[in-house]
């Protein structure tokens, strides 16, 4: 992207607002990006470590704390004509106006290897990106003719699901997830979507897929010349260890086994500590509505717990045990907007666990 500035040769004006507006730069210095933590611990807490802190220049480390700055524009030459005049006096005459061409400044993430981390805390991350400046190395397998492309890096110790969308944006969006050397990801579970340049009949991405714990990136850029700035929302929930089923809008009866050990606690009551199995969707610009899930009438082999994840709301967590006997139900709101949502059927204790039916009304 290059902005071009007329100057005189007798002086220079530079409107720095207006160069701030369309470069997404300050005419002051460089912007900062936050970077990522590692969450630990049960699931009320595990995406609560947060080591990272605002600011520009700094660089993140592998395990938290710290952020990548970006540079602001450089100094700008500018050259003059000097009038001169002889001793009986003289005019002094403007030079023709010149145009001069002004390169927007490469974002520090530009390459994979230099992604800019994200802080994982226990609400989602808006991320201010901008792919103004930036070349194209990684091609999208959702897009083949991307072009600029900039590089965020995240990082998780247990099993997640983690989500993304640019909705807001005013260009041809396409994100897409990567390993941690930058090899884009191929699919994760079913209905997945680990790359996607048009999502909810716009032109923004949204994107969702199965983590494993590790160190993992996530890539913004444009279908052909597309570039700009864009607000990517980032949301994660901790996925349940067993199988992972895509929930179907409606009423619907779900069953399955649960088996091995748990990746979710709920501590307190319900303290959750057997195996999950989990059953999700994502929202494009819903209206939201009430979820409601019961074993009370099909019943589990075992004390359930129903858990709810929904990242974008107040409690991103909520449990229930115990509303019926040993069997529970649970109902949550759903908020309107776009986002992950994610029901799991845990146990009880650590030996809770077996064959179960839940019945299901999704908005």
């Given at each position: 992207?290059?902005?071009?500035?007329?100057?005189?040769?007798?002086?220079?004006?530079?409107?720095?607002?207006?160069?701030?507006?369309?470069?997404?730069?300050?005419?002051g210095?460089?912007g900062g990006?936050?970077?990522?933590?590692?969450?630990?611990?049960?699931?009320?807490?595990d995406?609560?470590?947060?080591?990272g802190?605002?600011?520009?220049?700094?660089?993140?480390?592998?395990?938290?704390?710290?952020?990548?700055?970006?540079?602001?524009?450089?100094?700008?030459?500018?050259s003059?004509?000097?009038?001169?005049?002889?001793?009986?006096?003289?005019?002094?005459?403007?030079?023709?106006?010149?145009?001069?061409?002004?390169d927007?400044?490469?974002?520090?993430?530009d390459?994979?290897a230099?992604a800019?981390?994200?802080?994982?805390?226990?609400?989602?991350v808006?991320?201010?990106?901008?792919t103004?400046?930036?070349?194209?190395?990684?091609?999208?397998?959702?897009?083949?003719n991307?072009?600029?492309?900039?590089?965020?890096?995240?990082?998780f110790?247990?099993r997640?699901?983690?989500?993304a969308?640019?909705?807001?944006?005013?260009?041809?969006?396409?994100?897409?997830?990567?390993t941690?050397?930058g090899?884009?990801?191929?699919?994760t579970t079913?209905g997945?979507?680990?790359?996607?340049?048009?999502?909810?009949?716009?032109?923004?991405?949204?994107?969702?897929?199965?983590?494993?714990?590790?160190?993992?990136?996530?890539g913004l850029?444009?279908?052909?010349?597309?570039?700009g700035?864009?607000?990517?929302?980032f949301?994660w929930?901790?996925?349940?260890?067993?199988?992972?089923?895509?929930?179907?809008?409606?009423?619907?009866?779900?069953?399955g086994?649960?088996?091995?050990?748990?990746?979710?606690?709920?501590?307190?009551q319900?303290?959750?500590?057997g195996?999950?199995n989990?059953y999700?969707?994502?929202?494009?610009?819903?209206?939201?509505?009430t979820?409601?899930?019961s074993?009370?009438?099909?019943?589990?082999?075992?004390?359930?717990?129903?858990?709810?994840?929904?990242p974008?709301?107040?409690?991103?967590?909520?449990c229930?045990?115990?509303?019926?006997?040993?069997?529970?139900?649970?109902?949550?709101t759903?908020?309107?907007?776009?986002g992950?949502?994610?029901?799991?059927?845990?146990?009880?204790?650590?030996?809770?666990?077996?064959?179960?039916m839940?019945?299901?009304?999704?908005?």
């Open positions: 992207m290059r902005f071009v500035r007329s100057a005189k040769w007798c002086c220079l004006t530079v409107a720095c607002g207006a160069w701030a507006a369309v470069a997404t730069m300050s005419c210095g460089g990006a936050t970077d990522a933590g590692i969450p630990a611990g049960d699931a009320n807490t995406a609560n470590t947060k080591d802190t605002s600011g520009g220049g700094k660089e993140g480390g592998s395990t938290g704390g710290g952020e990548a700055g970006a540079d602001g524009p450089g100094a700008v030459d500018s003059s004509a000097e009038a001169s005049s002889d001793a009986g006096g003289g005019s002094t005459n403007d030079a023709p106006m010149a145009d001069v061409a002004i927007a400044p490469a974002p520090s993430n390459l994979p230099n800019t981390p994200i802080t994982i805390g226990s609400t989602p808006d991320i201010a990106a901008t103004l400046g930036a070349k194209h190395d990684v091609d999208a397998p959702c897009a083949s991307a072009g600029a492309d900039v590089f965020y890096a995240f990082t110790s247990k997640v699901l983690v989500y969308d640019t909705f807001g944006a005013n260009w041809d969006t396409v994100l897409y997830f990567l941690s050397d090899t884009p990801v191929s699919t079913t997945d979507a680990v790359c996607n340049d048009g999502a909810c009949g716009t032109q923004q991405s949204q994107i969702v897929a199965l983590f494993e714990p590790g160190k993992y990136l996530l850029s444009g279908r052909g010349n597309a570039e700035t864009a607000t990517i929302h949301q929930a901790i996925a349940g260890s067993g199988t992972m089923t895509p929930l179907p809008k409606g009423t619907s009866v779900q069953s086994t649960t088996s091995g050990s748990g990746n979710i606690s709920c501590g307190g319900c303290l959750g500590a195996p999950e989990s999700w969707w994502t929202d494009c610009s819903s209206d939201g509505g979820l409601s899930a074993t009370c009438d099909g019943g589990a082999a075992f004390d359930p717990v129903l858990e709810v994840e929904i974008s709301a107040s409690s991103p967590l909520t229930a045990c115990e509303s019926c006997g040993l069997q529970t139900a649970t109902s949550a759903i908020p309107a907007g776009s992950l949502r994610v029901l799991s059927i845990d146990g009880e204790d650590g030996t809770d666990k077996g064959a179960y839940v019945s299901v009304q999704r908005p």
